[in-house]
């Protein structure tokens, strides 16, 4: 069964007051991330900090959906072709479209990456290549001061759930098992992407609320 | 001598970000990593004219591909 019945920002604001405490929803509706990404990682964790309620978004990529994605992204059927930017943007929107989001469809280079994440509270870096992510987390921590930053890396197979870990290293947080690299027989699927895209979300929450007690 | 990820190593006049990965026994000449010298991020950009100091605590974070 289907609704076609909608929901006002009031209505799901003081859902998520009864449901998270105002306290902490009021704090996250003032809040912007920005995600480096939108793969396995990002499109996953865009839509965890979008049900968490996250008052802006700015999500970055520059490539399309295409069948292969499937496997372990947040998108459907109906999006291949279409830019990941536009095709997350129609997911949380169906979510809950009184967040702010911001779609960015370009490549991220050290030259625009400060320009594009100057505005956000936390940065979360969701790309495939390694050396894009060297890239990005070097910059966000020689250009910005205070800018945290959370990363994946060591996510790829199965199973071994008990190695995913979280290192903290001042501002940088990085989420993953440190050695489980992408490569032939060793897939990217589902469920180790989706745990560390989910942990990476929980981690912006615990970083900009501070620790839950 | 410097510690880097809490391990010891001996330290050299001129030891640089190259040497250091040799010593770890990296193949790479540029491998995907973030390191952290004594906290300060040296960019891949500068390892060419980075001399690591005596006393040195350093922090080399492995990058994996996948996202």
Redo the contacts between chains.
Sequence with gaps: MTTSRSFSNTEISETHNILHTPEIASKLKKLTIGIA?L????SNAAVALARAGIGKLILVDFDRVELSNLNRQAYFLEHIGMYKTHAIVDIISRINPFIDLIPVRTTITEKNCMAIFESTDLVI???????T???I??TI??ESEIMPII??????GYGKNSILTE?K??R?R?L?D??????PGVP?MAPR?GIVANMQANAALEILLGEWK | MIVVNDESFDWFEKMNIYNLFKTMGYTLKKP???I?VN?T?I??SEWDDYFIPDNSEI?V???????
């Design positions: 990404g793969g396995g990682l990002g870096e969701a790309v495939d290549e390694a050396e992510k060297e890239m987390i070097e921590l020689t990363a994946g890396s060591g996510m790829a290192t290293l001042g940088l990085l993953g440190d050695i489980s690299e992408v490569s990217l992407v | 995907s990593v973030l952290k906290n991020v960019k891949k922090t974070v492995n990058l994996l591909r996948g996202g």
